[in-house]
T-cell receptor, first 107, second 116 residues
């Protein structure tokens, strides 16, 4: 069965520090990978997807098929990055979500 | 475009009652998805609907849960005879085309169901 694992429930860093939120997936095919973000009191929204290979708000994520990982990275964290981050995959229509990582960025 | 709308935002039901959750997709979107988030867990897929059709209900519990997306009006997720274990946040998402393949799903704010 397709599964997405986010090993960290909480990640705390200081402003300006590098950030890496881990995501591993298990699927034998070629899934599409996404990162969704939920800021406080806001709805879940798409942050980036691997097929577009873009950088959003300074975040990037590289799909590593050998390690089946799709880690989210940002070189210098900002306080406004504090939020819940969900990694998700799909090979059909439904999204399979990880349990999420809460990122706290302290001033 | 107001985005995906869900109502009510909060719903309290006693055990044995029925819960009805509504979702209005974004304008122009004909694909609706329902997800459930239990405490301390990620969102889990429940059902995927197009207008008047259930496309994939592989995540729906076999009993008490049903969903519809009529030709007119919002999509409805219905839970009959609710139990405490149904307490969760229920999210609806919509997309203009078939999902996967990079098509974005736009999420509503969710309905938080509490069963007392």
């Amino acid at each position: 069965a397709q599964r997405v694992t986010q090993p960290e429930k909480l990640l705390s860093v200081f402003k300006g520090a590098p950030v890496e939120l881990k995501c591993n997936y298990s699927y034998s095919g070629s899934p599409e990978l996404f990162w969704y973000v939920q800021y406080s009191r806001q709805r879940l929204q798409l942050l980036l997807r691997h097929i577009s290979r873009e950088s959003i708000k300074g975040f990037t994520a590289d799909l590593n098929k050998g390690e089946t990982s799709f880690h989210l990275k940002k070189p210098f964290a900002q306080e406004e990055d504090s939020a819940m981050y969900y990694c998700a995959s799909t090979n059909t229509d439904k999204l399979i979500f990880g349990t999420g990582t809460r990122l706290q960025v302290f001033p | 475009n107001a985005g995906v709308m869900q109502n009510p935002r909060h719903l309290v039901r006693r055990r044995g009652q029925e819960a009805r959750l509504r979702c209005s997709p974004m304008k122009g979107h004909s694909h609706v998805y329902w997800y459930r988030q239990l405490p301390e867990e990620g969102l889990k897929f429940m059902v995927y609907l197009q207008k008047e059709n259930i496309i994939d209900e592989s995540g729906m519990p076999k009993e008490r849960f049903s969903a519809e997306f009529p030709k007119e009006g919002p999509s409805i997720l219905r839970i009959q005879q609710v139990v405490r274990g149904d307490s969760a946040a229920y999210f609806c998402a919509s997309s203009p085309f078939t999902g996967g393949a990079g098509y974005e799903q736009y999420f509503g704010p969710g309905t938080r169901l509490t069963v007392t």
